[in-house]
């Protein structure tokens, strides 16, 4: 049973940067995915950025592009989001969820969530 645990989020000021963790422990497999979502108060869950484990194929949202990057360190089973210049509607829970297959903007298809992390961006 796969495990996903999100860390990283805090309170910061417009313009700053954050790096969102995500530890998988149990998912291992050449062909999965891990996706990054955001959801903010009122909002629908949104995808952000993906990556392939296998290759390190990326997808990011068009929001975030040139701002948010996606990588991965496979030895740690661990996934990255940096964000730089961060804005107030950057302000959501942050989650990480893992697929099989190559990374898809639709958060019904993926299987395995982490609980989130909040990420505050003030004015």
């Known amino acids: 049973q796969g495990q996903l645990v999100e860390s990283g989020g805090a309170l910061v000021q417009a313009g700053g940067s954050l790096r969102l963790s995500c530890a998988a422990s149990?998912?291992?497999?050449?062909?999965?995915?891990t996706g990054w979502f955001r959801q903010a108060p009122g909002k629908e869950r949104e995808f952000v950025a993906g990556?392939?484990?296998?290759?390190?194929?990326?997808v990011l949202a068009n929001s975030v592009k040139g701002r948010f990057t996606i990588s991965r360190d496979n030895a740690k089973n661990t996934v990255y989001l940096q964000m730089n210049s961060l804005k107030p509607e950057d302000t959501a829970i942050y989650y990480c969820?893992?697929?099989?297959?190559?990374?898809?903007?639709?958060?019904?298809?993926?299987?395995?969530w982490g609980h989130g992390t909040q990420v505050t961006v003030s004015s």
């Open positions: 990556i392939i484990r296998s290759g390190g194929s990326t």
């Open positions: 149990g998912l291992t497999s050449s062909s999965i995915s």
């Open positions: 969820a893992v697929r099989n297959g190559y990374p898809h903007t639709t958060a019904q298809s993926y299987s395995y």
